[in-house]
């Protein structure tokens, strides 16, 4: 297994293998966001009028959302938030809780609220790529397609992190340049669109524009992978998924600014996106096919990054136990990659009955967005702590935590409009999820608190007697208990009844184990203190 320097370590494979696994998410946005930003300016059933402010504020609002929100945040900040190299939410309350036990509560909203996106963002990301074959067949019924690839995709993950993302690292680096140019050959048709990244137009459109606040619920979408990406700090080691980033972020918003030039040259009319996808009007005609399937392996990647995040997710939460002992497989050499087969399946029926309940991405996009935003929170609270640990001076901290609070709060509030248009299933989702964690915490502790301790010191005698006593029939040579005493100097009172009761159970050597769970993940040692009379 390999150590955790190794995984910190910066090579060309592990920058690959973060292209395949981590940036899907936040890489296919694209596809959707611009067309629900437009779409946003709907009034009934007509179909929204294209105009500049609404376009250059929107182009500005996603360059600042990915540069203050996924950027400073996350690649900056919270990815130093590493527990031994491992990443998500539940990592970082490892890190923290011991500065207040009310820090289990956003630390459990947050994860639960991250697996419940990941039963929406694989649907959304496959429905929004092969509806784009709907301008080339009129009609096509989508829904059996994105099932079976969803299927396919689930069925692959036994292989492996490191298997994954060696196929689908050269997959999204394509996906990305492709971006990019395409991007770039609308860019020079109209120079003056780089003035869109001045902050100056997000200003005006939040300000101004009455659907504001819908806007920003469509803009969120843009930055929705970067919890994920924190989760999957553990399989790809955080200088690796820093440098890729700034390549991922270059191609993001260069095609959001082609796309945005392509809006322009439509300004004044109304367009249905629903057949003009801003996306796939920048590809020649004669591309489009290969585009489409370009589009459709990058959304089936995008998949991968929640996926991946959940199994790590999961995996912290039993360590931490917050979730119920479930079998974990290791298919890889590789640290920190991991594989949970109760929860890949779970997934899988989540994602096929959210494909069948909406049927369209349109629909999706109503629902999505609305819990991460929910885990975002979360995470700002949690690292706001982290800072506080760092002893990092206060009016830092304040900073950090008053201007994130500001934002996430905005895009929360843009969001709540979804609740009523689908959101209600992933909240739904999330609250069976806390429901099962918050039980599962609260039965344990209610459990120890009845378990009754005794001194083992007051029954030495007693048992090595017992070893030594020939008319009893020897019960084994070795016998070995499991004890969740806290301290050496005691035991549970039933172990002793087992031992001594009814049918006395004579062995040479009496073993009392205590597995201690740390905060260190890949953490193993053992002492072994011996007691006799």
């Not at 040259?265 to 367009?271: F, N, T, Y």
Request: with cysteine; net charge positive; glycine share 6%.
């Amino acid at each position: 297994m390999s150590n955790h320097k190794d995984l910190q370590r910066l090579t060309a494979a592990g920058l690959l293998i973060s292209l395949g696994i981590i940036y899907g998410d936040i890489g296919t946005s694209p596809l959707y966001v611009f067309k629900a930003i437009v779409d946003s300016q709907r009034v009934g059933h007509a179909l929204p009028i294209i105009t500049e402010s609404v376009i250059l504020g929107g182009v500005s609002c996603i360059f600042w959302t990915l540069t203050l929100q996924t950027t400073l945040k996350y690649v900056v900040i919270t990815l130093r938030a590493d527990n031994k190299g491992e990443g998500g939410i539940f990592s970082l309350f490892s890190l923290v809780r011991r500065r207040a036990k009310w820090l289990i509560v956003p630390a459990v909203i947050g994860g639960c609220a991250l697996l419940a996106d990941g039963i929406i963002t694989p649907p959304i990301s496959v429905s929004s790529a092969i509806e784009g074959l709907e301008a080339k067949i009129p009609h096509l019924h989508t829904v059996p397609i994105v099932i079976v690839i969803l299927t396919v995709l689930f069925i692959i993950q036994k292989f492996g992190t490191s298997l994954v993302g060696k196929a689908f690292g050269p997959m999204m680096f394509i996906w990305f340049t492709m971006m990019g140019v395409l991007g770039v050959v609308f860019i020079v048709q109209m120079p003056m669109i780089i003035k869109a990244l001045n902050p100056y137009y997000a200003y005006v459109i939040l300000t101004t524009n009455p659907s504001a606040f819908v806007i920003l619920g469509a803009v969120f979408l843009c930055t929705t992978g970067a919890e994920a990406l924190y989760s999957d700090l553990g399989h790809c080691g955080r200088k690796n998924i820093q440098i890729s980033w700034i390549y991922v972020k270059t191609s993001l918003v260069i095609n959001y600014l082609g796309q945005a030039v392509w809006l322009l040259q439509h300004k004044g009319q109304a367009i249905d996106l629903n057949l003009h996808n801003p996306f796939y009007e920048l590809m020649p005609s004669w591309f489009l096919l290969y585009g489409i399937g370009i589009a459709t392996v990058a959304t089936i990647i995008a998949s991968q990054a929640l996926i991946s995040g959940s199994f790590t997710l999961i995996a912290e939460a039993v360590r931490l136990n917050l979730w119920p002992k479930v079998r974990i497989n290791y298919p890889s050499i590789q640290k920190g990659q991991l594989y949970v087969p109760s929860v890949n399946w779970l997934l899988w029926a989540g994602c096929v009955g959210v494909v069948l309940l909406f049927e369209h991405s349109d629909r999706m996009e109503a629902a999505y967005g609305l819990s991460i935003t929910v885990a975002m929170l979360m995470t700002t609270i949690l690292v706001s702590n982290f800072l506080r640990r760092k002893k990092l001076p206060s009016y830092i901290i304040y900073i950090f935590l008053a201007v994130y609070l500001v934002i996430e709060g905005s895009f929360l509030a843009g969001n709540l409009f979804k609740f009523v248009h689908g959101g209600w299933f992933t909240l739904s989702v999330g609250l069976v999820l806390f429901f099962i964690m918050w039980t599962w915490h609260t039965a344990r502790k209610i459990r120890n608190r009845y378990v009754k301790f005794i001194n083992i010191e007051d029954y030495y005698s007693i048992l090595k007697e017992l070893s030594e006593d020939e008319t009893v029939p020897k019960y084994a040579s070795q016998l070995v208990y499991l004890t969740s005493a806290n301290f050496d100097s005691e035991i549970e009172s039933k172990i002793i009844y087992s031992i001594l009761q009814k049918q006395p159970k004579r062995a040479d050597v009496y073993w009392l184990v205590h597995v201690d769970v740390v905060d260190e993940p890949y953490k193993k040692e053992y002492e072994v203190q011996f007691f006799s009379a």
